[in-house]
């Protein structure tokens, strides 16, 4: 039976770093010995999953908050308006909830405005590589 794999090289790293957090989340949760005979794969499944979706969860949003509060030293493609390429000025932060692959991510998103477009937009919103006159879909305000 095929199974997907999440790739883990990314992790490679700080992964002695999560190998001894795994196992003090495990004295944590089950002490010692671990959990009590009788427990059920499934009961060890649905408390790793939980314990993942927390992790995964939080380590997005702190990731995009603290990229969001680096906006000031954002790269050159990222300053312009993304739809006429002209100076935009800075706009007052939004709430920015986000449904992705490992979960809901919830930031706070800093924002521009451009005068000329008469447009508000995110900052972040492009992908990596696009120039301003490529805006994202769906992010005009």
């Known amino acids: ?25 495990i004295d944590r949760l089950y002490g010692a010995k671990g959990p009590a005979w009788g427990t059920k794969i499934t009961e060890l499944e649905d408390v790793v999953l939980a314990v993942r979706q927390v992790l995964s969860n939080r380590m997005l949003a ?20 993304a739809k006429c390429g002209k100076e935009v000025q800075a706009d007052a932060p939004e709430p920015r909830i986000l449904q992705t692959r490992a979960g809901e991510a919830e930031w706070l998103e800093p924002t521009t405005y451009c005068r000329h477009c008469r447009r508000s937009f995110f900052p972040s919103g492009q992908e990596s590589g696009d120039g301003p006159d490529q805006p994202e879909p769906g992010r005009a305000g």
């Open 1 to 25: 039976m095929a199974r997907s794999k999440i790739a883990t090289a990314p992790a490679d790293p700080v992964r002695p770093y999560l190998e001894g957090v795994a196992k003090s989340l």
């Open 62 to 81: 702190e990731a995009l908050q603290r990229q969001a509060n680096t906006v000031d030293e954002r790269p050159a493609p990222f300053r312009p308006c």
